[in-house]
């Protein structure tokens, strides 16, 4: 039936029940239901870790330290976040933060004399933090990628910036986040050809220099990135290659940068085929709800996105029959929640007639719907590794992929095709 | 020693202790210490009032609606404002809500419709609108007051509109507030003169039709508002004709607007002087931390006022030392939280340096300090009337004082007159 090897996602949904969040050094052992008639352990060594991972659903550092640099620019209405108590709430156990612009405010200096971030922003979870490249190139106007680093004009105060791996892990340590990502040669998803094989070759380069850098092993795990963009022989060449430095966790990068779906899930597959069955799967930039469910059938673990608060503020709210667009006039006189059977503060409280008319107009309505769109997604998350563990994914996903295309009453291709890959079949028909 | 007559404000404390916030048509008798040998008992009857009134420090709709209108000319920068659920947390009691604004959206008939603005925003407490005529007059570029009511131009698409008494009263109705503000001739504080007399003389006649139009008395309380600006003897003839209306409960209108703190302070006093001792007072548009401590004392019940969290939105927090500026660059360094005795959220969980490093560039810390800032407020009322009960209202004050000064080192000449006509004896000295 259902045989895919990799289902280690969500795990800090696991260790939460055992009140065991901070585990380092120390063995433990996890079982996880592998498919729908046996259990099966997986035996992780957590002597370099912290604690094992989450969904990463709590970018409250990368949404807004990004807006502050994109501001001057197009984004001059700034929407809430939530706080860090509101995180906590909702059971997020894993924060995302940019190195580029903590580095840049307070400073990597400033958090270390400080004792690192989680002190600082008082957060007693987890924090990953980036490696700073991708805002780099995304934010700088002139940016030239050589074989020592990255030299770009500061997106501050246009002075020339160098940055090397060995800068980024050294910021990362001073942060001191429970995960960090290395410093790797990023390009848009969809370039193929020579400038691909040459991000894919020196990313492979760097990671040594990654490594070698990183001070605090013990106390803090180093992911490196698969690239290698929707070209299989060069995600296989990267993935042989970085899986030899037996690192803590991966990363999938490069995708949800405008590839075909197909490409997409395409990728994912191959590379959850390929990493270790025992290390975390972190997929980067992914994405909409129905992504998290396919990917993470796939095998993955771990993903972030500012979608779900992004597309709050512009008035969308998650349902499991799909996207609810608040700012349509018929909603106007809807005096039910967002979703019936959430049981998320916003629904508790507030009327989809009431968020039409104040979405847009009162920043504490935006506030209202990110968290609900982020109630709804570690609540999926939750729920999907239940079912993992129950041995009724085939259920969930049926009964998820039922409800979320009611509506349009069909799936599409790339889900069908995705699932035949991970062995789930759906069975289930739209109702007329 | 200190033997003004009226000190019945923050009631809703005292009722919260017996937990009956909503009080309705039942006689309720209420004990407060008047001077410091000697309690005495206010006959209350509450026959018409739906329950007795707070402090009015959660202006959410005052301030997002008002911020909506604002935002095409000013106040693009839209900043947090705080949830129901929070003011709730905060132990508000009352909110205010701006008529004109609701009227608009999302209009009288809608919010008559579906049950009332409690129901359709899920605020089980009090609220109170405002008449809705000082939006129509600050906001509108044409404007022109005549016996039958104003006619101004529309802020959203220009067209003309005209308000009397009965529209305001009529929309106010079909809000539903707890408290509902008479329609008035708004001038500014500081006009004399012809004018000044007119508006003075109208707002008399108006208040019949203001209270021939409330069509439920016995679920809505209906406030006049005593104008006059700083002339006393405007102010004595529109008290005498206002208060032989015998209104559930009454405002002082037309201050806080520029007007000299000597003038002002001599108006309150005037106006609680001469207002009925068993009736609630409220004082629109009041204030700093010092001014509501002084109006208290000279027997003001309730205030309301955009300052907390406008100057949290610049980066001021309330502390019992005054004002504490958190961009200022010393306070980087700065790892306690705002005030080392406050018990707020933001104080538990964030140092100052987070703050300094967050504010003006993530619309959590603007959250953070409006909401330490209402804390702070709500706190101070909250201590002020139980000092009273206490009989310990002088030893509060000089307390007060005596922090807030403490750098200035000097009490402003204006405060010391007020609590000479309040006869309170400010005894303390500064520390060198």
């Known amino acids: 039936m259902y045989e895919k090897k990799k289902y280690s996602f969500q795990f800090y949904y696991f260790i939460q029940q055992f009140n065991i969040v901070f585990i380092f050094k120390q063995t433990l052992k996890i079982y996880c239901t592998q498919n729908h008639k046996q259990s099966q352990g997986f035996n992780f060594n957590t002597s370099s870790w912290r604690s094992i991972y989450a969904c990463i659903y709590a970018s409250r550092h990368q949404r807004n330290n990004k807006r502050f640099f994109f501001q001057k620019k197009k984004d001059k209405n700034l929407k809430k976040g939530l706080t860090s108590e509101e995180m906590e709430n909702l059971n997020c156990r894993l924060l995302l933060g940019n190195t580029y612009h903590l580095a840049y405010q307070p400073g990597g200096d400033f958090l270390e004399k400080v004792g690192g971030l989680h002190k600082y922003m008082n957060w007693k979870y987890n924090i990953l933090t980036d490696s700073g490249g991708f805002q780099m190139v995304s934010l700088s106007k002139l940016c030239e990628i050589t074989e020592e680093g990255v030299r770009f004009s500061s997106p501050v105060d246009g002075s020339e910036m160098f940055l090397r791996p060995e800068d980024s892990v050294h910021t990362q340590n001073q942060i001191g986040a429970d995960i960090m990502m290395a410093l ?159 049981g998320c503060e916003t629904c508790k409280r507030f009327s989809v007639s009431f968020l039409y008319n104040t979405i847009g107009k009162e920043e504490t309505a935006c506030h209202l719907v990110s968290y609900h769109n982020l109630y709804y997604l570690l609540n999926l998350m939750k729920n999907l590794r239940q079912s993992i563990l129950d041995g009724t994914l085939q259920q969930f996903v049926n009964n998820f992929f039922k409800n979320y295309y009611k509506y349009e009453k069909k799936i599409p291709q790339w889900i069908k095709d995705a699932m035949e890959a991970a062995k789930i079949n759906l069975t289930f028909t739209f109702d007329e």
């Open 184 to 342: 790797d040669d990023v390009v848009q998803t969809t370039t193929q050809g020579e400038r691909m094989k040459i991000a894919c070759e020196r990313t492979v380069r760097w990671i040594d220099r990654n490594i070698e850098a990183h001070k605090k092993q013990n106390e803090q795990n180093l992911y490196p990135i698969v690239q290698g963009g929707i070209d299989f022989e060069l995600r296989k060449y990267c993935l042989e290659q970085l899986i030899s430095k037996d690192a803590a966790g991966y990363a999938i990068g490069g995708l949800a940068g405008g590839e075909d779906k197909q490409d997409f899930w395409r990728i994912v597959n191959l590379c959850t085929d390929y990493l270790p069955k025992d290390k975390p799967v972190y997929l980067m930039g992914v994405g909409y709800p129905e992504d998290l469910v396919v990917c993470a059938c796939l095998g993955v673990d771990q993903f972030d996105c500012v979608f779900s608060t992004r597309t709050a503020r512009f008035g969308t709210a998650f349902t499991k029959y799909g996207f609810l667009k608040l700012k349509n006039s018929e909603r106007q006189l809807d005096l039910g929640p967002i979703d019936d059977d959430c």
